[in-house]
């Protein structure tokens, strides 16, 4: 059974960064990229960063880009959102997300979803 466990959220002031980390195990596949996404009240889940199983090709959201960088460690089944420069617009319920096969931006493709991690960003 697939398992994907978050950690790292938090409170932090605007400008603090904060870093997601998101472990995956029970892929039978060796061949699954991973992403985060996020929900803010009232607002529909959006993707934020996203990387493949070889993590040669990162794509980052154009309201992060700059700002947070995804990165994995496949030897740990792990991947990293790293947060800097936060905003109080950046503050939402982040969830890791895992999907065999290529990465994909949209929620409906993925079919495996941790518990979600609170991040708030004070002013």
């Known amino acids: 059974q697939v398992q994907l466990i978050e950690s790292g959220g938090g409170l932090v002031q605007a400008g603090g960064s904060l870093r997601l980390s998101c472990v995956a195990s029970g892929y039978t596949s060796n061949n699954y990229a991973m992403a985060w996404f996020r929900q803010a009240p009232g607002k529909e889940r959006e993707f934020v960063a996203g990387i493949n199983w070889f993590g040669n090709t990162p794509l980052h959201a154009d309201s992060v880009v700059g700002r947070f960088t995804i990165s994995r460690d496949r030897g740990k089944n792990t991947n990293y959102l790293q947060m800097n420069s936060l905003k109080p617009e950046d503050t939402a319920v982040y969830y890791c997300?895992?999907?065999?096969?290529?990465?994909?931006?949209?929620?409906?493709?993925?079919?495996?979803w941790g518990q979600g991690t609170q991040v708030t960003v004070s002013s």
């Open positions: 997300a895992a999907r065999v096969g290529s990465l994909s931006v949209s929620s409906s493709a993925y079919n495996d």
